[in-house]
Each structure stands twice: as C-alpha cells, then as structure tokens.
C-alpha cells in the first residue's frame, strides 16, 4: 500500500496555530478485485486526543472513519473512483480542519496536492475558511451591509460574483449564498465602509432580510459584530469580463443591486472615466433603495446615469417601453438582475430584439418551468413525513418540517443541498425532468431544485 503521513514535521507551522497534534497516517491502494476502487486504512500513530476523519469524493461530506484512541487502527474503507474523480482525506482534529487530496481522474498521487498550501513533507495542510463580521451597517429598513474580516486562504473575487455563507443561527449551521459589494483590492486606504474602499482584506456582503428567511433576518437584525461566520471562495460568472464594455446599462429591482454595485464600486475606482453607465433600479419607495445615497452621488458626480422608479407610485417598469428610458439599448451590454419576472421579460424583449448576446442575467432563485402534483416525502433520519405540493422545494419542505436539511446557494449551483433519494420520483422545476429511485439506489438529488413527484423517501 501506499502510505501518505501527516506528521510531526507540520507542528509548530505559524500558518495553522492550533495545529499541535497531527496524528494521523493514511495508506492508499488499488483495491485487489475491484481496479475503479480504492482501499483507504487510516492509522492513528501518534498524538493525543479526538479526531474525526473521512474518505470520499468530497471530502467531509461522508464521515466513515471515527478514531478517539492513541495507536487506534481503522478498518479498510473503499472509494469509487472513476477517471473524473478526486478522492481527499479529511481530518478534523482540536478545531483544525485538514484536507489531503490522494487520487486525481483515476490515478493515485505520488505526492498528496490541494490548491490551498503544500507542505515541505508532501502533505497540504487546509483550514477551514472563516471570517469574523468587523462591523454592519443599516442599508435600508430591511437591509444591512456586514463587513468580513476573511482568513488568510481567502483568494479575493471578480466584481458581481456571490459567497457562500455559514452561520450557526439557533444552534444550526445554516448556509446562504451572498452577492459581494466590496471593492477588489485591499491595499486601497479607507475604512470599513464598502463605499469608501476596505483595508487588511475586509469584503463585504449586502443582506435583505426576507419575510420568514432564517439567515437574511439573523445576519440584518440577530448578527452580532464580532461573530465568526463560515466562508467558500468566491464563484458565480455574472462579472464584466475584461475589458470593461464602453457602454454599460444596468438594470435591477430590490436586493437586485448588490452584485451591480460590486461591479460600480470597482469600475468607479479604477477611475474608467470613459465607462457611459445607466443604472435603472426599481424599488417601492425611494427610502427602500438599497445603497440609495452612494447611487445618488454617484449620480451627481456625473459617474453614471440613474433612472430610479419608485413602483409604489409609478408602477411595474415596463420592459416594453424601456427604450424609452434607454434610447441606444441595442449598443449596450446589459446586466440585469431582480425578480423572475422582470427577469422573463427582459430576456423576451432582448430575444426578439435579436441581442441576447447582449444580456447577462443573474437570478437568485431558480427559475421554475414544469410543477407536478407533489406527492408524500419522507426524511428517513428524522422519520419526519410530511406532504409537499408540485411546486414546493424539497428543502423548503424539509426545513419547514424542522428537518436540518443541508444547503447553500438554493439555486442549483453549488451542490450543498444534495442528499440521497433512496426510493421514489422528483422532478427538477427547472427542466421538468422526473428522477426515480428504487429501494437501495441512493441517487444524489440537489433538494433545492426539485420537488415530490409523487411518495419519495429521502436520506435525511
């Protein structure tokens, strides 16, 4: 067998503090009748204390591996592995959080890579990324800015691109997904306003409190400064690309203006004087417009055209008659964002302009084509049974059950929310697409884009 050590070379690594016992030895090999699987024995070989390991494809997700004893030897555990794969061991050990990668499309690794540190020994130590809120700032009655203070893995983010949040909101750890408002670059002086340029690598996240949302109302109203908050890196591809287009229009509606105003913030302070932007934003009432002020000096200060319409007393902005408002719409590039259907009829009106290449959308829900008549779901762990309409989400059922439903970005994005479908039928709101399962088959659902397709038994 291949053995892979993480050993007391690491201890005392200023990188990772709490890092005093590593005691952990892992051997790797070609399982003998199966050559697409791995066998994986873990060895507690040194060291004092708990620790909580896992093989998998995702590391963390299945925890098969359990060792409380000094010189304690696990038994042998096997991991598919396919030419796509990567296979990682986990390890958690007195709140440090260890990741290894062991195999790679198929193949053992000779020496153990991750994409975060690489160890004189060959081993890649990985923390868990966190941050801790340095301070929030009211936005709107129903909005509020939080400034993050990231650990040092944090690799930075494209302007309009979103994180994934992890808070423990009543004793649970709960998971959202945040668009990012902050400028790009830390050198830049200012204090721990988004607006006026963050310093020591602060970011920031924009929250609108929903009527109901568990996170948005914790993290606007509950959250205290200080607090320690889970983070992912940041993803999503609702960015400008580069170069900047010379002539931009945004358009959004509510929260819609968080990604947008991650993007003006950094084109404002690149100083791109020749960018010719119209921002049109909808809102009920102008004290509802989140970052209302900022858009209104930005305004004044010549750096973007505003177009706010107040809907409580002009009404729905008419997509119809946008070019109205916007008279060169055709030459600009477009990002729009807000609710589905502004969304819809943004993207009708560009399809049969015939430049859908010039429309880049965002939608923080995912879009629902085909509902069914739901049916009777059962979340096996819990025993919890309870009946869900076509339209439901099985996370939304689940958590509405009081079911601890794992969970991320709740648009079939990340893969945070997936969880076994051990028998029965779903169907995918986006597509339509019915999904079954007999008894045993354990087919992995993303519970935030599917709902009951009649009675169906869930591994959770």
Request: net charge negative.
């Amino acid at each position: 067998m291949q053995r892979f050590s993480i050993n007391e070379e690491n201890i005392g690594n200023p990188a990772f503090p709490n890092l005093t016992e590593v005691p952990v030895a892992v051997q790797l090999a070609r399982h003998t009748n199966n050559p697409g699987a791995l066998r994986c024995r873990l060895n507690q070989h040194f060291g004092r204390g708990p620790i909580q390991c896992a093989f998998g494809k995702f590391a963390c997700q299945h925890r098969v591996h359990a060792t409380d004893q000094v010189g304690r030897e696990t038994g042998c555990d096997v991991v598919l592995l396919d030419q796509a794969d990567q296979v990682f061991l986990a390890v958690e050990h007195n709140g440090e959080f260890i990741q290894v990668c062991l195999a790679d499309s198929g193949k053992i690794l000779q020496r153990p890579v991750h994409d975060e540190l690489r160890a004189d020994n060959n081993v890649i130590l990985f923390h868990e990324l966190r941050g801790r809120i340095v301070a929030i700032h009211p936005e709107t009655r129903d909005a509020a800015t939080l400034v993050i203070k990231p650990g040092r893995a944090w690799r930075t983010h494209t302007p309009g691109q979103y994180v994934r949040v992890g808070v423990d909101v009543d004793g649970v750890r709960q998971w959202r997904a945040y668009s990012l408002t902050s400028k790009t670059d830390a050198r830049r002086s200012g204090a721990d306003r988004p607006g006026g340029g963050e310093s020591d690598g602060r970011i920031a996240i924009t929250v609108k409190a929903i009527p109901g949302g568990t996170v948005s109302n914790y993290l606007v109203r509950r959250a205290p400064v200080g607090s320690i908050v889970q983070l992912d890196q940041a993803t999503g591809d609702f960015t400008l690309g580069s170069p900047t287009p010379p002539k931009l229009l945004f358009i959004t509606a509510g929260s819609g203006i968080t990604p947008v105003m991650g993007m003006l913030r950094n084109i404002i302070w690149a100083d791109n004087a020749d960018a010719d932007i119209i921002v049109v934003h909808s809102a009920p009432t102008p004290d509802d417009v989140i970052f209302g002020t900022e858009l209104r000096s930005m305004a004044s200060q010549g750096r973007i055209q505003l177009v706010e319409r107040h809907t409580d007393i002009d009404g729905m902005l008419d997509v119809i008659r946008l070019g109205d408002i916007v008279g060169d719409l055709a030459e600009r590039q477009a990002w729009a964002c807000g609710p589905a259907a502004m969304l819809d009829a943004l993207e009708s009106r560009w399809e049969t302009d015939g430049i859908t290449d010039r429309l880049h959308t965002e939608r923080f829900r995912p879009s629902v084509i085909a509902t069914g008549d739901g049916g009777t779901v059962t979340f096996a762990r819990t025993g919890t049974v309870v009946d869900a309409d076509g339209a439901q989400t099985l996370l939304d059922a689940g958590e509405a059950a009081g079911v601890l439903m794992p969970s991320g970005c709740r648009m079939g994005i990340c893969f945070g929310c997936v969880a076994p479908l051990r028998q029965g039928a779903v169907r995918d709101l986006r597509s339509g697409e019915v999904t079954s399962a007999a008894e045993g088959d354990n087919i992995q659902i993303q519970t935030c884009v599917t709902a009951a397709a009649g009675t169906c038994d869930i591994d959770l």
